[in-house]
């Protein structure tokens, strides 16, 4: 294995808190592209990645994961610049399977590229409501999508955490 893969997967941590800064048009072209490389079943390529960016949108996307997570007023994606949300199409051959495995890509890839990042919750509930098909009527995009997952992403505005030891018998080779 190349040394450098594995130290970016074994130094990524989730951010929780972020620089105002927007990050750079290329910074988030690299993110977005190693999503689009995460496998899928069947090759299908079935996931559907939103970055959002628009200020108005923030606001909405973070106030109805606010209301989901029962918060109303919290943003829960720590004051990211940017939110990646992750979904399934009617392609998808593994469903969230698939979403997972490119928010993954997503993730490493962001911590690779200097960026912070942290995978957030409560996607396939925030459109499943009518506020969520609202948004993605807007965007041009099918309402019979499923949410998987998403991503705060921006600048860390915080010391880099430390890895907790990994647990005895995480591995059995038999």
Request: charged fraction near 20%; charge should be neutral.
């Amino acid at each position: 294995m190349k040394q450098e893969a594995l130290e970016v997967l074994k130094n990524r941590r989730a951010i929780r808190q972020f620089k105002k800064d927007q990050i750079t048009k290329e910074e988030l072209a690299a993110v977005l592209e190693a999503g689009t490389f995460a496998p899928t079943g069947a090759g299908t390529q079935g996931v559907q990645i939103v970055a959002v960016q628009t200020p108005a949108y923030l606001e909405r996307v973070k106030a109805l994961n606010a209301q989901i997570l029962g918060k109303p007023g919290m943003d829960p994606y720590y004051g990211a610049p940017t939110v990646v949300l992750v979904f399934e199409t009617e392609k998808c051959y593994t469903h969230t399977l698939d979403g997972a495995a490119v928010c993954t890509n997503m993730v490493n890839a962001a911590y690779a590229a200097g960026l912070g990042s942290c995978w957030i919750h409560r996607c396939k509930e925030m459109f499943e409501t009518p506020e969520g098909k609202e948004l993605l009527k807007e965007w041009g995009l099918p309402e019979n999508l499923t949410g998987v997952s998403s991503l705060a992403l921006g600048y860390a505005d915080c010391p880099q955490p430390q890895a907790a030891p990994r647990r005895e018998g995480y591995v059995l080779i038999v």
